[in-house]
């Protein structure tokens, strides 16, 4: 079974940095899409960035490129998301999210299959 267990977030002030880890396992990931999404009060839930676990090839939210990257540790089975110079704007809560190989368009999150239950991330003014 499928789990994927994000942690890393918390309350900082804007300007700071944080990195967020989501442990994966219960499978092998090879040649799976790893993505990370985040979701606002009251808003829907928004493409942050993806990577392919085996080739390593990344692509990140044009709005977020610069700020945020995502890698992954094969060792350790866990991908991370490094958020630098965070704004107010980022506050939400960031999923971790594992989408079989194949499919097309994995900005969308009905391309995934096994999500994380969260982690809060809130950026103070």
């Known amino acids: 079974q499928v789990q994927l267990v994000e942690s890393g977030g918390g309350l900082v002030q804007a300007g700071d940095s944080l990195r967020l880890s989501c442990a994966a396992s219960?499978?092998?990931?090879?040649?799976?899409?790893m993505g990370w999404f985040r979701q606002a009060p009251g808003k829907e839930r928004e493409f942050v960035a993806r990577?392919?676990?085996?080739?390593?090839?990344?692509y990140v939210a044009d709005s977020l490129k610069g700020r945020f990257t995502i890698s992954r540790d094969n060792a350790k089975n866990t991908v991370y998301l490094q958020m630098n110079s965070l704004k107010p704007e980022d506050t939400a809560v960031y999923y971790c999210?594992?989408?079989?190989?194949?499919?097309?368009?994995?900005?969308?999150?009905?391309?995934?299959?096994?999500w994380g239950r969260g982690t809060q991330v809130t950026v103070s003014s």
């Open positions: 999210a594992a989408g079989r190989p194949g499919l097309s368009d994995y900005s969308v999150p009905a391309r995934y299959g096994n």
């Open positions: 219960g499978r092998t990931f090879s040649g799976y899409v």
């Open positions: 990577m392919w676990w085996s080739s390593a090839i990344t």
